[in-house]
């Protein structure tokens, strides 16, 4: 079949200096796939082509890249697929890293993000010799966070990382929790209070998008999601976000309701400046009918939630 592919070209030392895309055209079968056209174009039409690859195998994850607008692993996409699917093929570069030539990044960003969460397990005392070997078994615990092949396709897809370039990102902080997890790590508290910090577990906005992407099913959301779980049960409840899950929760188990008046005034409860702040949005939600009426009868079944929270306490 003959088929045409957009490719996304950038050049820094060529007269263009923007980003433009060409089309290449090249017959393709059923088991061509991304990866493979782009090398037949590179050997056959345009060896200038400049691109990742090594494996070929969805295991090195070095080939990630925008396929018709969305981050895939270009050696496990079907060429004649893509084209059924979306009426078209168009080949970029990664979303949100800087692009160095073409349709390789600067990755740069991606590894500096894994080194702060320090990926590997630490002991309270580096000194100390090691008596024996540390046998652990926490294949269950880990929740497939050690899947990672570090391709780079959640902090790319992420909200969050666009929206503050000092965000960790999905990859970071699902090997985070990896370590957390490791009975051999001796610095998990130290650890876990890192994370609290700005552009840590609390600033994930849960757009699901790094789910979506992962090529290998890590579910980086959700580990950053079991982080939070971990933080909240060692009493690492001042952030906003930790305040707003415990409040929420105390809130609904109270009421049997969730009550949207109640709620900010206990996340905010003692930083008066923050709760004048909180006013324009009161009358608001009074205005707009956002806030539970205090003299009407409760709504139905909130006997029965209460009574699930009540249960959980036990």
């Not at 600033?203 to 982080?227: F, G, H, N, S, T």
């Not at 939600?285 to 956002?290: F, P, V």
Request: with cysteine; glycine share 6%; aromatic share 6%.
């Amino acid at each position: 079949m003959r088929i045409t592919i957009k490719i996304q070209r950038f050049n820094p030392e060529s007269e263009i200096k923007k980003a433009h895309w060409v089309d290449y055209t090249l017959d393709a079968g059923r088991e061509t796939t991304v990866l493979l056209a782009l090398i037949k174009i590179k050997e056959e039409i345009d060896g200038t082509l400049t691109f990742r690859a090594s494996c070929r195998a969805s295991i090195c994850g070095s080939d990630l890249m925008m396929i018709n607008g969305i981050q895939k692993l270009a050696c496990r996409t079907s060429v004649l697929e893509e084209i059924s699917r979306h009426g078209k093929l168009q080949v970029g570069p990664m979303d949100k890293m800087p692009v160095i030539k073409d349709l390789v990044v600067d990755m740069d960003p991606f590894w500096q993000k894994l080194k702060a969460v320090k990926p590997y397990v630490e002991r309270q005392n580096d000194d100390a010799p090691v008596q024996s070997e540390t046998l652990t078994n926490i294949q269950e615990d880990l929740e497939n966070a050690d899947a990672c092949i570090m391709c780079g396709a959640c902090l790319s897809a992420c909200n969050s990382f666009e929206a503050s370039s000092d965000f960790l990102g999905p990859a970071a902080l699902a090997k985070a929790y990896r370590i957390q997890v490791d009975p051999r790590d001796e610095m998990r508290i130290d650890r876990l209070t890192a994370l609290q910090e700005d552009n840590g577990i609390w600033d994930c906005v849960r757009c699901v998008y790094c789910v979506q992407v992962c090529p290998k099913d890590v579910a980086p959301m959700e580990q950053i999601v079991r982080l939070r779980r971990l933080s909240i049960a060692a009493n690492m409840t001042e952030s906003i976000g930790a305040l707003h899950i415990t409040k929420f929760t105390e809130v609904v188990g109270e009421e049997g309701r969730l009550n949207e008046t109640k709620l900010p005034l206990l996340m905010t409860w003692g930083n008066f400046k923050k709760m004048f702040q909180m006013i324009p949005l009161g009358i608001k939600m009074l205005i707009h009918g956002k806030s539970p009426n205090p003299f009407a009868d409760p709504p139905a079944g909130h006997k029965a939630v209460r009574a699930i929270f009540k249960g959980r306490k036990k």
